[in-house]
Every structure is written in structure tokens, then in C-alpha cells.
């Protein structure tokens, strides 16, 4: 007691944490010993600094005010849930946690390996977080991607990072710490940090021994590391156990691997690759189209291709394929001309004259995706709701379009338009073959809210109503389940320019989505003109290999309604017999 009349800061502790230490002191302590000797190392164990002082003393003065009761359960009486996460967040290892977060989030390895260090030598009990944080660290450093960079991220922070995450990593080994995908990603990356791509696909294969499946990252290190090395054979091998593991490659990988085998000159490989491309990215990033147009600049690209092929056996490929691809190999010989270009309304290429084909949507695939989406549906809605809404619209339809209401009442408006729903409404009731209104989905609190006690506003959704064509959806639910459900549901026009590319979208999780919204969106723009619907084109917006050889691919360049898309189109001379080519 002596003692703590000396140093506040140990009567703060004796007075209200002793039970706590106590409780904690296996986790601390690989020994047993006495209560002093353990708040004197539990004391130590934290690096103070004059801030984390400055908060100890204010502490301090207050406990010696009101002292604060013990937090440690005793009979008949609760912790409160306040109480025990103040436990759990004042103990050394939560402290740490939060500290190595703000160097994660700031990209300070330096302070970051301090703290590592502090705590090891003061037994800190370290997680497969703090070692996660540690090795994410050091592998951003080894590569040269450290947060905010500057300065500290020279060559002598890359080599510190590659030397510590090795250590960091045979340590949590040596201690016995389970690691996760996070564990084996991270020091993959070191490893290809350290120009070891073998290494870093050695730790992915290994993850299956601790029963932990890959991810698309977890490959990453390994693929990129072997590509940019030149690497194809062992790329490809990358790519295979991938597959084998069911993880889709996406379009950095796939243009990765495009790029290798452009320059191991792998034709049938390039052949390969822009299929996969065709089939999983449709529309190329700009990267991935200099890669493209790249490969038919070429010289190499100019001497493979075969001058006389099966012209049935060509269409056969056609028609399996759905139409847009025959999947039979490089047409023709000699060099390529490549150009950017534009569609015009009726798919016709303005550089080649090639018009392109709307390709074929598998009926069972419509199916199986309408299947899914109410099935996610129902989990994410009320199950009750959606289950009435099912029944409504079995009753109700079939309707020939959906009209996103929310979004249809606010394109270029800043408050909700009643008379532009009913524009668009009227004019889709034209367009009908049945001659009827379409489905309007609008969220119950624009139905009977403040808007509809408007009485121009209340006769139009009396009208729509009547008409069994408006569907309030319930409080609290989300629109989008509801418009998507339907129009899916009844293979009809949906109306919106919501682009469909958020958290609820992704859920979907499946490539036959995008080809199902390019037939079915109808967009809307509103300018001094008037209001304009404008329908899905009469092409597919997707990479297409014609039957005489002709490639021309879409770009993400102009996806919008103002700017015309940009494509690739790569043709050859003996290939196309339009006449226009000879003005070229």
C-alpha cells in the first residue's frame, strides 16, 4: 500500500483491476507468481508514451474520486455488457489490434514492426489477426505498394518488409497459430515480392492441406509473378489448378495471360484466352484492349491462320455456339488492320461493314436464373411479402415490360415526377402488343404517402391501379427484388437506368445476368426534347468472331447513353469482301 501512495497509477490498478489481471494472468504469465510481480510485468508490457500518460493520470485522478467498483463477476451480481467490452478492449492484445489497424490503415511498417517487437518481448498474446496485419504489411512493402508511399517506401523499406515477413511468418509457425487464406496470400505475395513466383504457388497448393479453399487473390501472386517473368508454361499450370479448384479467373488475370502467351507466341493459346475473354468479361477494359490490339498488330498474328477452311463446318460452330463465335481457329493469312470504331442502331460496323449478330439466350438458362433469383429473394425479403407479391403478379400478368418507378420518377429531376411515370407508362401501353400498361413497382410510401394526397397525382395512381398494373411494395423492402423478380420472371422489357452493378446485383453471382439485362433494359433520357425510351440494341455487346474471321470487340469506352461505344475492329483483307475496304 506503500507503494500506491507513491505511484497513482498502481493505486489505480490495485483499487479496480486486480480481479481483471487476475482473471487474466494464464494469458500473460507462462509461470504462476505473485500479484505484485504480476501488475509490475502487466504495467511494463505497455509502451507508454506521453499521451497513453496523460490519459493514465486522468484516469487516475478520477478512480481516486470515485473509485470504480471491480469488473470481475462475483456472486450475485452481472458484468454488464458495457463493462465487459471495456474489459475486452483495454487488454494488451485488443490495444494492439487497434494500433497495428492505424498503421495498416496509414501503411507504417516501421511502427508497426515496433509494436510486434514490444509486445512479443512483453508476452503479449499475438492471433492470426495481429500476424495477418504484420504480414499484409510487410508484403506491401515488399512490393512496393505501401499505402501512401513517399519517403519511407524506398528500396531499404522493401527489403526490410521481405526480410521481417519471412520472420513474422516462421514465427506464427513456431507459436503455433493457425493461419487462414489471408495468412497464405499475404506471404505469397512476399514471396513473389522476392521474384519467387514457384514459392508463392507452392503456399497456395499447400492451403489445402489445412483444408482452407483458395481464392481468386490467393492465385494472384503466383499468376502475375510467373506472367512477368515470361513464364507461360508455369502460368498455365496457375491457370489449371484454378479451374480444378472452381476459382473464375477475371479480366486482369485473363489479359495477363493473354499478354504471356502473345510473347511466347502460343497462338492457339491467344485463340483460347480471347474466348474466355468473350465469355466472362464481354466488354474490355482499355488495358485489356492495347493487349488486343497489340496482338493483332503483330507480325507474329499476321503468319498463323489457315487460307481455306470448311465453310459448313464453320457455320455448324456458329449455331452450337449460340451464334457470334464458331470457335474453329484463326481465318485467313496475312496482315491485320485494326481500327477503333463505332456500331451504328442496327449493329452495322462503321470500318468494316460487317453487321453484327444478336446472340442466343439458352431458354433453360432464363430458367434456372429466374429459379435463383426468387430463391435469394426470398432470403433477403420478407418472405411473406415477396410470397404475396409472387401471387399477385401470377394473377395479374403477363406483362410485356416493368417500369422501375423510383427510378423512372427521378431521371433529371430533383423531386419525384408523377406525369414522367405516366409519360413512360403511356408510351410502353403503345409500344404493347397487348395494348396495356406495363407493371409499375413503386415503394408503398410513394403510393400512400404525402404524394398522393396531390389530387392530379392520386386520379394517376387510381388509374394504374384499376388498370392492375401498380404493385406498392411493403415497408421496409427493397425495390429492386421486385422489379428484377417480375421482369425476369415474365422475360419481358425492364425499364430503368439503374445499371444494376451494386452489393444486390453481385449477389447474383452468375455471367448469364449481364446477357439477360443487355436484351431486357430499356434506358431512359429526359433533355429539352422530351423523354426518350431507348430499347436494347440488335446486336450483342460482346466480342464477336464472325464466320469469315473478323474479330470485333467492345470496350467499357462509351457506356452510356451520350457517348457512342468504342470497338475493336480487326479484320483482314482477304477476309471481307465489302468494297468500302478498298477506300481505306
Given at each position: 500500500m506503500?507503494?500506491?501512495?507513491?505511484f497513482p497509477v498502481l493505486s489505480f490498478i490495485m483499487k479496480s483491476e486486480i480481479p481483471l489481471l487476475l482473471k487474466y494472468r494464464k494469458r500473460f504469465l507462462p509461470l504462476p507468481c505473485s500479484p505484485s510481480s504480476f501488475i509490475t510485468r502487466t504495467v511494463n508490457s505497455y509502451p507508454f508514451n506521453p499521451h497513453s500518460m496523460k490519459r493514465i493520470n486522468r484516469l487516475t485522478t478520477s478512480s481516486n474520486l470515485n473509485p470504480l467498483p471491480p469488473l470481475h463477476q462475483t456472486s450475485g451480481e452481472k458484468v454488464s455488457r458495457k463493462a465487459k467490452k471495456k474489459e475486452r478492449m483495454e487488454l494488451p492484445e485488443s490495444l494492439l489490434k487497434f494500433k497495428l489497424d492505424m498503421c495498416s490503415r496509414h501503411g507504417k511498417l516501421v511502427e508497426a514492426l515496433q509494436l510486434y517487437d514490444e509486445a512479443r518481448e512483453n508476452g503479449v498474446p499475438l492471433s492470426h489477426y495481429h500476424y495477418n496485419v504484420m504480414l499484409y504489411l510487410c508484403s506491401s512493402a515488399g512490393s512496393g505498394s505501401l499505402g501512401q508511399g513517399g519517403s519511407e517506401n524506398d528500396e531499404n523499406l522493401k527489403e526490410l518488409g521481405m526480410r521481417r515477413g519471412f520472420e513474422i511468418f516462421r514465427q506464427m509457425a513456431i507459436d503455433n497459430v493457425a493461419p487462414n487464406e489471408a495468412t497464405f496470400t499475404n506471404a505469397a505475395r512476399l514471396a513473389t515480392a522476392r521474384e519467387d513466383p514457384e514459392m508463392a504457388f507452392d503456399l497456395v497448393k499447400k492451403m489445402k492441406n489445412f483444408g482452407i479453399p483458395p481464392r481468386l487473390r490467393s492465385y494472384g501472386p503466383a499468376l502475375f509473378g510467373f506472367c512477368k517473368k515470361g513464364n507461360a508454361d508455369k502460368a498455365y499450370e496457375v491457370d489449371e489448378h484454378m479451374v480444378d479448384c472452381g476459382v473464375?479467373?477475371?479480366e486482369s488475370e485473363l489479359s495477363a495471360l493473354l499478354k504471356v502467351s502473345m510473347d511466347a507466341k502460343k497462338a492457339d493459346k491467344v485463340y483460347e484466352l480471347l474466348h474466355r475473354i468473350r465469355a466472362t468479361v464481354r466488354q474490355v477494359s482499355e488495358s485489356s484492349a492495347q493487349i488486343v490490339e497489340d496482338w493483332f498488330k503483330s507480325d507474329f498474328a499476321a503468319s498463323v491462320g489457315v487460307e481455306s477452311w470448311d465453310i459448313n463446318k464453320i457455320k455448324e460452330g456458329v449455331v452450337k455456339g449460340g451464334g457470334g463465335w464458331h470457335g474453329q481457329g484463326w481465318l485467313g493469312s496475312g496482315n491485320w488492320r485494326i481500327r477503333r470504331t463505332q456500331?451504328?442502331?442496327?449493329?452495322?460496323?462503321?470500318?468494316?461493314?460487317?453487321?453484327?449478330?444478336?446472340?442466343?439466350?439458352?431458354?433453360k438458362e432464363t430458367e434456372n436464373f429466374a429459379s435463383s433469383l426468387t430463391k435469394l429473394a426470398r432470403e433477403k425479403e420478407a418472405k411473406a411479402g415477396f410470397t404475396k407479391f409472387q401471387a399477385w403478379i401470377q394473377k395479374h400478368g403477363p406483362f410485356d415490360a416493368v417500369v422501375d418507378g423510383a427510378n423512372a420518377g427521378?431521371?433529371?429531376?430533383?423531386?419525384?415526377?408523377?406525369f414522367q411515370v405516366n409519360f413512360i407508362m403511356n408510351k410502353l401501353r403503345e409500344m404493347s402488343p397487348s395494348k396495356r400498361f406495363p407493371l409499375l413497382i413503386l415503394h408503398k410510401r410513394r403510393v400512400h404517402g404525402k404524394p398522393d394526397k396531390d389530387p392530379r397525382n392520386q386520379k394517376l395512381l387510381e388509374t394504374w391501379e384499376n388498370s392492375g398494373a401498380?404493385?406498392?411494395?411493403?415497408?421496409g423492402s427493397d425495390d429492386d427484388w421486385y422489379w428484377l423478380y417480375a421482369a425476369?420472371?415474365?422475360?419481358?422489357?425492364?425499364?430503368?437506368?439503374?445499371?444494376?452493378?451494386?452489393?444486390?446485383?453481385?449477389?447474383?453471382?452468375?455471367?448469364?445476368?449481364p446477357r439477360w439485362k443487355e436484351k431486357h433494359q430499356v434506358r431512359i433520357s429526359v433533355s429539352k426534347r422530351g423523354i426518350?425510351?431507348?430499347k436494347p440494341p440488335p446486336y450483342s455487346i460482346v466480342i464477336q468472331e464472325s464466320e469469315n474471321g473478323n474479330w470485333h470487340v467492345p470496350t467499357v469506352t462509351g457506356d452510356d447513353l451520350e457517348t457512342p461505344r468504342q470497338w475493336l475492329c480487326a479484320t483482314r483483307s482477304k477476309n471481307v469482301s465489302n468494297p468500302l475496304l478498298n477506300l481505306f
Open positions: 506503500e507503494l500506491a501512495k507513491r473464375l479467373a477475371e456500331m451504328d442502331k442496327k449493329g452495322v460496323c462503321q470500318s468494316c461493314g460487317e453487321k453484327l449478330v444478336c446472340i442466343d439466350i439458352d431458354p427521378l431521371v433529371n429531376q430533383k423531386r419525384f415526377n408523377f401498380l404493385y406498392p411494395t411493403p415497408l425476369v420472371h415474365w422475360n419481358c422489357l425492364l425499364v430503368t437506368n439503374d445499371e444494376m452493378r451494386d452489393h444486390l446485383f453481385q449477389l447474383l453471382g452468375s455471367s448469364f445476368f426518350q425510351l431507348h
